[in-house]
């Protein structure tokens, strides 16, 4: 099974941006698509975006889309979220999370993503 590490997050100020990396071992990143996800204070995890194991199909929340940008490189087995703009309501611990897929094209629910990072902070400084 494959395992997920976070890097990226941090504090930073209103209106700039970060890149959030999700790096896989334990296996090929092939036939995972793979979601980030997150969580801020008091509030229930959300998701964030999602990209198919091809890299073809890519969803994102109506309230990141023109934000936020999901990427991967399968040669590397990284997954990446580009955050620009950023603004107090994108403070959260973002988590990347990977389901398998049989379909290259494919995005599967919220609800089969079985295999989860530790998350990272980001946080905005006013």
């Known amino acids: 099974q494959v395992q997920l590490v976070e890097s990226g997050g941090g504090l930073v100020q209103a209106g700039g941006s970060l890149r959030l990396s999700c790096a896989a071992s334990g296996r090929t990143f092939t036939g995972y698509a793979v979601g980030w996800f997150r969580q801020a204070p008091g509030k229930e995890r959300e998701f964030v975006a999602a990209?198919?194991?091809?890299?073809?199909?890519?969803n994102y929340a109506n309230s990141v889309k023109g934000q936020f940008t999901i990427s991967r490189d399968n040669a590397k087995n990284m997954v990446y979220l580009q955050m620009n703009s950023l603004r107090t309501d994108n403070t959260a611990i973002y988590y990347c999370a990977a389901a398998t897929t049989a379909s290259m094209l494919g995005i599967p629910a919220h609800n089969r993503y079985a295999v989860w990072g530790q998350g990272t902070q980001v946080a905005n400084s006013t």
């Open positions: 990209i198919s194991w091809s890299g073809l199909t890519k």
